[in-house]
Nanobody, 117 residues
Framework: QVQLEESGGGLVQPGGSLNLSCIASGNLLNYATTSWYREVRGKQRELVAIITNGDVATYADSVEGRFIISRGDARNTVVLQMNSLNWEDTGVYYC???????????WGRGTQVTVSS
């Protein structure tokens, strides 16, 4: 089993920045990827950014050039740096972790990000 703890959400003005952190604990032996998803009211949960165990990062078109996903000093921590935030970035952000052999998927409880003046 894997547990995920997210932190760093909050209220920010348009154009501002926030950093989200996801700390994983438990059996990470077959870790494959960590991702950030977001859920906007009335819409399907969407992938924002993903980083592999080889530190290859991929982004949704909507955040490319504004968000950076990276691994923290501790390998079990993934940080999402969010810059130039706008109201469309408002939502609940979830950390997701996938392990292989066999395939398992884990979710955090989510952290609210609100972009508003």
């Amino acid at each position: 089993q894997v547990q995920l703890e997210e932190s760093g959400g909050g209220l920010v003005q348009p154009g501002g920045s926030l950093n989200l952190s996801c700390i994983a604990s438990g059996n990470l032996l077959n870790y494959a990827t960590t991702s950030w998803y977001r859920e906007v009211r009335g819409k399907q949960r969407e992938l924002v950014a993903i980083i592999t165990n080889g530190d290859v990062a991929t982004y949704a078109d909507s955040v490319e050039g504004r968000f950076i996903i990276s691994r923290g000093d501790a390998r079990n921590t993934v940080v999402l740096q969010m810059n130039s935030l706008n109201w469309e970035d408002t939502g609940v952000y979830y950390c997701n972790l996938i392990t292989t052999g066999p395939f398992q998927q884990f979710w955090g409880r989510g952290t609210q990000v609100t972009v508003s003046s």
